[in-house]
């Protein structure tokens, strides 16, 4: 074993350190130098970009401070938020109450951010703010005069939604899309065809319009448009139309024949027939709307003169298809005297219909009609039991296929309900407000 004397452990100890100092300042001198932290406040990101009414948002960031009285946080300029905590990278705000929304459903709103520090800043995001609608009935559009002729009886405004938030709507001049459950409405942008005068609606994309002499239908949701010429002849007004599939349903001539569609390039020498002919048919427009359970059974309504009594009385006339099988009569007078406005088969031997004289009729199959003890200006069922009728300003509902009623909603003065959609338990009533010439449409949301 080698023996160091102590003189020379000191210096192999001081050499040893030496070396040590020297590799590390040579390593120091071989790293890059850190630029200095940037000390600018700045907004990073946000818990959501779509968050919900009543939400507590976060915001994250840098150097966003920790004194809340030096962050003022805005909606649209309008709405200051409340700051709760600031932690430097976080803040939470809590956005307003949806009561201080004026609409339903998700509109993009700007977020402003201002921080009066030692060093100030100010941005503006976009973020969308979701309103969620109300549990109930609820206003949940109304606008001046945006459906033209509404009010008109010759033109049948429809209104239908496949979905919970895509719905269509159309009127004498057009249609109309909605993405949002009935909040806003807009025509598709490359929707240029007039005198839309019925809608059939099979999904969110596929749609039939109405025209004269004309079928337009659109597979995208109403971004393209294909226009077809009906049969040589068929010039009337195209009142009522259904669609099985895409390519496959009916159409209806206001003066008295249906039409089988069958194909998807509607040739009019083979994929669209002429499948019945009223016997009252050329005598002026006698048929009006539709509706259709299935390609067997469907029921058209309308008016025609009968020649049995002197002078000739103007009836009601019904076009029944029962399993496959054509029926046309007459109502008597028993029943009612004035033109049937509206039509809805539920099934072969079950259907509702509103007269011109707001009397609700019911139809039991085999030519049977009574007359329901509501009166309506408009009426829809969702089953054989269950159904909404809207009457002097108000709304009714009848659990027990029309027998008594029960005042479910108060609309506004001069309200008038002229048609009902409804989807997944959802209800829609569009109408006329008769003193301001307003349009609106009510909303019953179950959940």
Same mark, same amino acid.
């Given at each position: ?17 030496? =070396? ?57 300029? /309008?709405?200051?938020?409340?700051? &709760? ?12 109450? @949806? ?9 993009? @709103? !700007? ?6 520090? /030692? ?51 159309? #009127? ?21 065809? %007039? ?32 226009? &077809? ?20 349903? &009916? ?17 009019? *020498? ?6 019945? !002919? =009223?016997?009252? &048919? ?21 008016? @025609? ?8 009385? #103007? ?8 399993? %496959? ?10 029943? *009612? ?13 079950? %259907? ?96």
């Amino acid at each position: 074993m080698l023996i160091l004397s102590p003189i020379l452990k000191a210096r192999v100890c001081a050499i040893f350190v030496l =070396s040590f100092l020297l590799m590390t300042t040579a390593c120091k001198k071989n790293e890059p130098i850190k630029p200095p932290a940037d000390p600018n406040p700045k907004v990073n990101s946000f818990s959501s970009l779509s968050p919900h009414a009543n939400d507590t948002l976060l915001i994250y960031g840098l150097h966003l401070g920790t004194d809340p009285s030096k962050l003022k946080i805005r909606l649209n300029d /309008s709405i200051t938020l409340s700051v &709760y905590q600031c932690k430097d990278s976080v803040v939470s705000v809590i956005l307003p109450a @949806a009561s201080q929304f004026n609409y339903y459903g998700s509109r993009p @709103a !700007q977020l402003s951010v201002q921080i009066n520090g /030692s060093i100030p800043y100010s941005n503006t995001f976009t973020i969308s703010i979701i309103s969620p609608e109300p549990k109930g009935w609820f206003d949940i559009y109304r606008q001046s005069g945006i459906f033209k002729y509404f009010n008109s009886p010759s033109i049948n405004i429809s209104i239908a939604f496949p979905s919970d938030s895509i719905g269509y709507l159309h #009127y004498k001049d057009g249609m109309l899309k909605t993405t949002d459950g009935g909040a806003t409405w807009k025509q598709p942008a490359s929707y240029h065809y %007039g005198n839309a005068l019925c809608l059939s609606v099979l999904d969110s994309v596929h749609v039939w319009s109405g025209d004269i002499g004309f079928i337009n239908t659109t597979s995208d949701g109403g971004n393209t448009w294909q226009n &077809y010429r009906m049969p040589s002849g068929l010039n009337d007004l195209i009142t009522g139309q259904y669609m099985a599939t895409p390519t496959t349903g &009916y159409v209806v001539g206001a003066q008295g024949r249906i039409f089988r569609i069958s194909g998807s390039n509607f040739d009019t *020498t083979s994929e669209i027939k002429l499948e019945y !002919q =009223s016997k009252w &048919y050329l005598s002026a427009n006698i048929w009006g709307s539709l509706s259709v359970v299935d390609m067997d059974n469907l029921m058209i309504v309308g008016g @025609a003169s009968d020649i049995t009594v002197f002078p000739s009385v #103007y009836r009601p006339l019904i076009a029944c298809k029962t399993n %496959g099988v054509y029926d046309e009569y007459l109502l008597p007078a028993s029943v *009612t005297t004035a033109g049937i406005v509206e039509i809805q088969m539920i099934y072969n031997a079950l %259907g509702f219909a509103v007269d011109g004289n707001n009397n609700l009729l019911k139809y039991t199959g085999n030519r049977t009609w009574t007359v329901l003890p509501q009166k309506a200006n408009a009426a829809w069922f969702t089953s054989e039991s269950n159904g909404y009728a809207a009457y002097n300003e108000k709304i009714y509902q009848t659990t027990d296929g029309g027998q008594s009623w029960t005042s479910v909603y108060t609309l506004h003065s001069g309200d008038v309900v002229i048609n009902f959609a409804t989807h997944n338990g959802k209800v829609w009533a569009m109408g006329n407000n008769t003193t301001s010439n307003t349009n609106f449409i009510v909303k019953y949301n179950p959940k």
